[in-house]
C-alpha cells in the first residue's frame, strides 16, 4: 500500500510530493506524459511563491535561472511603479519559464526520493474507508491510503469524483507559440507598440537568438484545443490582428488557451482531494495559477502528511478546503475583472483609465500588487493579532533567517522570551529563541507553511495553540 498517489506531475503535483516526503511518506507521482512539455504557459513567480523556494533552500537555484523585475505592471498589464512597503523580504517578481522551474521542482522531488512514474496516465478512481484504487491505462491499479489529483484544468479525477466545477466556459481564445520571424526586429517593436494600445491579448516578444513568443486571438472556439493551432492560423490571425504575419515560422511549439473561469466545489471528497489547476482555472492575467498551484501544495502537503503519520488533529485535513477555496475564488473574481479591465469596449475602457488614475495613489496600487501576488493572503483563524493567519515574512535575527531555520516542513515557536516551552511536541516543532528588531510581538507560533497560527507570551493559549495544530504528544 503506497500512502498517497498524486495524479498529474506539473508543478503543483511535484511540489506536494516534495512536501509529503519532508515528512517521511511514501509518494508515487503518476504523469502521463513520457517527455516534459516543451509549452512554455507560465513566466514567473510572484513573491509569495519566491518565499516558498526560499523557505525550502531552493531560491538560489531559481535566482541562478530568472531574472528579478520590479513587482508593478501586473494587474490588467497597467504599468505603474512598484508600490511601498510591501509585507516580505523579496519585492519583485522572479521571471523564470514555466519548463525550468518544473525542472527544478521535480529535481527536488527526486532528490527527496519522490517516485516519479512517467508514461502512467490515470482512466479510473474509486475509494472506500481504507483508500483510494486507482486504475491506469495499461490495465494495472495502484492502492493507496490518499489520492491527489494535480492533473490539471481538464482534471480526470475531478470529473470521475463528480466534484461539480461551476463558473464561465470559455468565451475567447489565444494562439501562443514560439517561431521566428523575417521581419525587422525594430518594425515588429513598433507595430506590437501599436496594436496592443487596444489589443492586450497580442504580443510578439523577442525571448533569443530570433525566437518570438507570439500570443494573438484566435478566431473562434477550436473543437479540441490539445489539438495545436497550424503555422497558417497563426498567419492567419497575426494578419487580422496586425495587418501583417511578420514572416513567422519554424515554430518551435504551438498551443492555444481559452479563458474559462471555474472553481471546483470541494477540495475534498473521502480520500481523494484536488489541487492547482485541477480545483481551479482562470484566464492567465496576472500570471497567477501556477502560483496558486505551488501554495495550494504548501498548504496541503503538511497536513496530509500528518494524516499518513496519524497525529493531525480533528479537522486540520479539512481545513485546506477551508483556507485554500475561498483564496481561488478570490483570484478567479481578480482575474474575471482584469479581462473586464481588458476589454475594448469603450464603457470597459473608461473603467480601465479611472483605475489606472486610482493606481496613482501608493495605497491602492500595492493593495492590488498584493492581490496578484498573494502577499494579501490571511486564512480566517478567528479573531486576534494582525499577524495571525497571514504568511510571515522572512526576518532578519540575532543569529541568521527565519526562512533558514525552517527547510524541514516542521512547525516553528519563534520565542523572543526565553519562557515558552512547546509542550513535549519537540518532533513536530522547533522551538528557536531569538530576536528579531523586525519582529513587535514577544513570540509567534508558525506552521510549515509559515502561516502564523498564535502570537503572544502566554504559555496557556499557546499550548492550546499547539494541540489545534500539531495534535497530542506521542500520538
Ligand atoms: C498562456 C498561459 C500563461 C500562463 N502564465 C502564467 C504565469 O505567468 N504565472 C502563473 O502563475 N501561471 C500561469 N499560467 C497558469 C499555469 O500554467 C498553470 O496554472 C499551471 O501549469 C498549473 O499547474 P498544475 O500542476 O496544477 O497543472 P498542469 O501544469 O496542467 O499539470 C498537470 C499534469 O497532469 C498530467 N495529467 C493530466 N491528466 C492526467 C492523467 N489522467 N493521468 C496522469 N497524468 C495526467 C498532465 O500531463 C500535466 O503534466 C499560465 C497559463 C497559460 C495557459
Known amino acids: 500500500m503506497i500512502d498517497v498517489v498524486v495524479v498529474g506531475g506539473g508543478p503543483t503535483g511535484v ?5 509529503l516526503r519532508l515528512h517521511g511518506v511514501h509518494v508515487v507521482v503518476l504523469e502521463q506524459d513520457v517527455e516534459p512539455t516543451k509549452v512554455v504557459r507560465a513566466l514567473g513567480l510572484h513573491t509569495r511563491s519566491v518565499e516558498v523556494m ?30 511601498e512597503r510591501l ?75 463528480g466534484v461539480s466545477f461551476p463558473g464561465e466556459p470559455t468565451k475567447v481564445e489565444t494562439l501562443l507559440g514560439e517561431m521566428e520571424a ?16 487596444t489589443q492586450l491579448r497580442f504580443g510578439l516578444g523577442l525571448i533569443g537568438d530570433g525566437v518570438y513568443r507570439v500570443v494573438v486571438p484566435a478566431e473562434g472556439l477550436a473543437g479540441d484545443r490539445i489539438v495545436p493551432p497550424t503555422l497558417e492560423e497563426f498567419k492567419r490571425q497575426l494578419v487580422a490582428t496586425a495587418g501583417t504575419d511578420f514572416g513567422v515560422h519554424s515554430p518551435r511549439w ?20 484536488l489541487a492547482g489547476d485541477a480545483a481551479h482555472v482562470h484566464p492567465p492575467v496576472g500570471g497567477q495559477g501556477l502560483n496558486l498551484g505551488i501554495q495550494d501544495a504548501f498548504n496541503l502537503g503538511w497536513k496530509l502528511a500528518a494524516e499518513v503519520n496519524v497525529w ?24 474575471r475583472a482584469q479581462m473586464q479591465l481588458m476589454s475594448l469596449d469603450p464603457g470597459s475602457q473608461a473603467v480601465r483609465r479611472l483605475v489606472s488614475e486610482l493606481m496613482n495613489f501608493d495605497d491602492v496600487s ?7 501576488s498573494a502577499i494579501d493572503v490571511r486564512y480566517d483563524f478567528g479573531a486576534g493579532h494582525q499577524l495571525l493567519g497571514r504568511r510571515m515574512r522572512d526576518l532578519e535575527l540575532k543569529r541568521g533567517r527565519l526562512y533558514e531555520l525552517m527547510p524541514g516542513g516542521r512547525g516553528l515557536l519563534l520565542d523572543q522570551t526565553g519562557r515558552l516551552s512547546v509542550d513535549g511536541l519537540a518532533e513536530r516543532v522547533d522551538h528557536v529563541i531569538d530576536t528579531s528588531t523586525q519582529l513587535e510581538v514577544p513570540a509567534v507560533l508558525l506552521r510549515p507553511d509559515g502561516h502564523v497560527a498564535w502570537v503572544g507570551d502566554d504559555q496557556q493559549e499557546l499550548s492550546r495553540h499547539l494541540a489545534k495544530w500539531f495534535g497530542v504528544p506521542g500520538h
Not at 188 to 193: L, Q, S
Not at 366 to 372: C, D, G, N, V
Open 15 to 19: 511540489m506536494l510530493a516534495s512536501e
Open 54 to 83: 526560499d523557505q525550502r533552500g531552493l531560491l538560489e537555484r531559481f535566482l541562478a535561472l530568472g531574472e528579478q523585475y520590479p513587482v508593478g505592471g501586473f494587474f490588467a498589464g497597467i504599468l505603474k511603479p512598484p508600490p
Open 87 to 161: 509585507d516580505t523580504a523579496h519585492p519583485y517578481t522572479l521571471g523564470i519559464p514555466q519548463p525550468t522551474v518544473d525542472r527544478l521542482l521535480t529535481e527536488h522531488a527526486l532528490a527527496l526520493g519522490v517516485e516519479i512514474r512517467r508514461g502512467s496516465e490515470l482512466i479510473g478512481l474509486s475509494q472506500d474507508e481504507e483508500g483510494a484504487t486507482v486504475e491506469l491505462a495499461d490495465g494495472t491499479h495502484l492502492r493507496a491510503l490518499y489520492a491527489v489529483g494535480c492533473d490539471g484544468g481538464r482534471s480526470r479525477v475531478r470529473k470521475l469524483l
Open 182 to 197: 523575417t521581419e525587422d526586429p525594430e518594425m515588429i517593436a513598433a507595430t506590437v507598440a501599436e496594436v496592443r494600445k
Open 254 to 273: 504551438r498551443s492555444r488557451f481559452g479563458d474559462a473561469t471555474r472553481l471546483a466545489e470541494h477540495y475534498r471528497t473521502g480520500r481523494v482531494l
Open 312 to 335: 493531525a488533529p480533528p479537522g486540520l485535513l479539512d481545513s485546506y478546503h477551508d483556507e485554500r477555496h475561498p483564496v481561488a475564488a478570490d483570484v478567479l473574481d481578480n482575474t
Open 366 to 372: 500595492r493593495y492590488l500588487t498584493e492581490k496578484i
